[in-house]
């Protein structure tokens, strides 16, 4: 199986990094599973601090393989297996959403849908000029459903109606000033700042660290991905979907742009 997520160190973090840039790091099966048991091991680690979530190549993540998808799709098992995709993602971003440890994001390219979601479920997140952010799901037939409660609990409610309705792409300026991300650096500056954040974050006690995000989590009306799993598995199953995912990989329009 190929490593299409690595792990290495540097005191005091573990920095996960997204390795399938031929992609654009999109998620597919192993790439979640891979993910999640970096993940697993990273917050089980007692020398890790802190997890940093980087990315190679050009994009950070361009979201779910939609190729995997409308293979999927096409499969006499594709609502069983739907259903399991969609669970296993959910649970991903609840894993990173619920780390004991802080988490950042490094964004250095564009975070697209579930890419986006990924950022949204870390602690914090640092971009560079060249990140874009957003929501593209309903131009594809699909409704972005697990990302949706991690956006309304960052953004509020109407700029969340403008990104998840109106689809368009954010510049890294824009996202920062909606409170997407923290900050903007080169990309020359974006791993040294996101281990000196994570130096800063480690000051704190490990203890107290987690006990912040429990009550952090605790207080926040819009928690959980899981719960919208299934309304996203629903999504995938329509016809729409299904003509707006064909659409896509052709590189036409969608039957219902006029």
């Given at each position: 199986?190929?490593?299409?997520?690595?792990?290495?160190?540097?005191?005091?973090?573990?920095?996960?990094?997204?390795?399938?840039?031929?992609?654009?790091?999109?998620?597919?099966?192993?790439?979640?599973?891979?993910?999640?048991?970096?993940w697993?091991?990273?917050?089980?680690?007692?020398?890790?601090?802190?997890?940093?979530?980087?990315?190679?190549?050009?994009?950070?993540?361009?979201?779910?393989?939609?190729?995997?998808?409308?293979?999927?799709?096409?499969?006499?098992?594709?609502?069983?297996?739907?259903?399991?995709?969609?669970?296993?993602?959910?649970?991903?971003?609840e894993?990173?959403?619920?780390?004991?440890?802080?988490?950042?994001?490094?964004?250095?390219?564009?975070?697209?849908?579930?890419?986006?979601?990924?950022?949204?479920?870390?602690?914090?997140?640092?971009?560079?000029p060249?990140?874009?952010?957003?929501?593209?799901?309903v131009?594809?037939g699909?409704?972005?459903?697990?990302?949706?409660?991690?956006?309304?609990?960052?953004?509020?409610?109407?700029?969340?109606?403008?990104?998840?309705?109106?689809?368009?792409?954010?510049?890294?300026?824009?996202?920062?000033?909606?409170?997407?991300?923290?900050?903007?650096?080169?990309?020359?500056?974006?791993?040294?700042?996101?281990?000196?954040?994570?130096?800063?974050?480690?000051?704190?006690g490990?203890?107290?660290?987690?006990?912040?995000?429990?009550?952090?989590?605790?207080?926040?009306?819009?928690?959980?991905?899981?719960?919208?799993?299934?309304?996203?598995?629903?999504?995938?199953?329509q016809?729409?979907?299904?003509?707006?995912?064909?659409?896509?990989?052709?590189?036409?329009?969608?039957?219902?742009?006029?």
């Amino acid at each position: 199986m190929s490593n299409l997520v690595l792990m290495h160190t540097e005191s005091p973090a573990t920095i996960i990094t997204l390795n399938r840039p031929d992609k654009r790091n999109a998620l597919n099966r192993t790439l979640v599973e891979q993910l999640r048991v970096a993940w697993e091991q990273a917050t089980a680690d007692p020398e890790t601090r802190v997890v940093i979530l980087a990315a190679t190549g050009p994009a950070f993540c361009a979201g779910m393989d939609l190729a995997e998808l409308a293979e999927t799709l096409d499969r006499p098992d594709d609502i069983e297996l739907i259903h399991t995709d969609t669970q296993r993602l959910a649970q991903l971003y609840e894993q990173i959403y619920t780390c004991p440890k802080p988490t950042i994001a490094a964004v250095q390219g564009p975070a697209l849908a579930g890419g986006a979601g990924l950022v949204a479920v870390c602690d914090l997140a640092i971009a560079t000029p060249q990140a874009k952010f957003g929501y593209p799901e309903v131009r594809r037939g699909l409704v972005a459903a697990m990302v949706l409660p991690h956006l309304l609990r960052l953004v509020g409610e109407r700029i969340a109606r403008e990104l998840l309705i109106g689809g368009e792409l954010l510049e890294a300026e824009r996202a920062c000033q909606i409170g997407l991300v923290n900050a903007i650096v080169s990309e020359s500056d974006l791993m040294p700042t996101a281990l000196q954040w994570a130096r800063r974050c480690a000051l704190g006690g490990p203890q107290a660290l987690a006990k912040t995000k429990e009550l952090l989590r605790r207080f926040s009306p819009f928690a959980s991905a899981c719960l919208a799993a299934a309304e996203s598995a629903a999504a995938r199953l329509q016809v729409e979907c299904r003509e707006g995912l064909r659409a896509f990989l052709e590189k036409r329009p969608a039957p219902w742009v006029k």
